[in-house]
C-alpha cells in the first residue's frame, strides 16, 4: 500500500507540473491574440486539470497490469483558425513522439450532423488514439520536447474531450 502513495504522489507532482505548463502555454498563446488566460475554466475544458490527470496517471498504481493498452477518444472542438494549428500540432505528434511511445491514430474524422445529441453537443473532430499503457501515456506528457508543442493544441481547441477506454472485460 505505501507503494501506489508514493506512485500517487509521483502522479500528482507530475501532473501539476504538466497542468502548470500548459497554463503558462495558455498564457503565452493570449499574448499572441489566443485564448484568454482569465478564462481558467477554458484552459481546463482544452487540457486536463491537475487532478483530472492524477487520477489517469495514478490509476496504473492499482491496476492489474500497468502495461495494458488504452484507447483515448478525442472529441475536439476547433477555436477560429485552430485547424490549422492542430494540423501543426498532429504533424509534430506523428513524426516524433507517436514512434517514440509506442502510440498509434487508429481513426481520425471530421464530425458530422450528430444523431442523438443535445443542441450544441457537435464536435468538430473525433479521434482515437491508441496508447501501448498509461505508462508510456505518463512518459508522452512529462516528456520537455512534447510539452514544446502542447501550446499548438491548446490554442487549436476551445473545448475537448479525452476518454480513456479499456477493452470490456478488462475490468
Known amino acids: 500500500m505505501v507503494h501506489s502513495r508514493s506512485r500517487t504522489q509521483h502522479a500528482s507532482a507530475v501532473a501539476a507540473d504538466i497542468v502548470t505548463t500548459r497554463t503558462l502555454d495558455m498564457m ?21 486539470s491537475e487532478q483530472q490527470l492524477a ?66 453537443q457537435a464536435w468538430d473532430a473525433v479521434l482515437l488514439v491508441r496508447y501501448p499503457s498509461r505508462r508510456a ?9 512534447y510539452r514544446q508543442i502542447t501550446h499548438l493544441r491548446s490554442r487549436a481547441l476551445t473545448e475537448a474531450v479525452l476518454q480513456p477506454t479499456v477493452p470490456w472485460g478488462s475490468r
Open 28 to 48: 503565452a498563446a493570449a499574448q499572441d491574440g489566443g485564448p484568454n488566460p482569465d478564462r481558467m475554466e477554458h484552459v481546463m475544458a482544452v487540457d486536463p
Open 55 to 120: 487520477e489517469f496517471l495514478a490509476a496504473d498504481a492499482d491496476a492489474d497490469d500497468v502495461d495494458s493498452p488504452v484507447v483515448m477518444l478525442n472529441l475536439l472542438r476547433f477555436a477560429e483558425g485552430g485547424r490549422e494549428l492542430y494540423r501543426q500540432y498532429s504533424a509534430a505528434f506523428s513524426r516524433t513522439f507517436a514512434p517514440r511511445y509506442g502510440v498509434e491514430v487508429l481513426y481520425a474524422g471530421n464530425g458530422d450532423t450528430p444523431l442523438v445529441a443535445e443542441t450544441g
Open 137 to 145: 501515456f505518463r512518459q508522452l506528457v512529462a516528456d520537455p520536447e
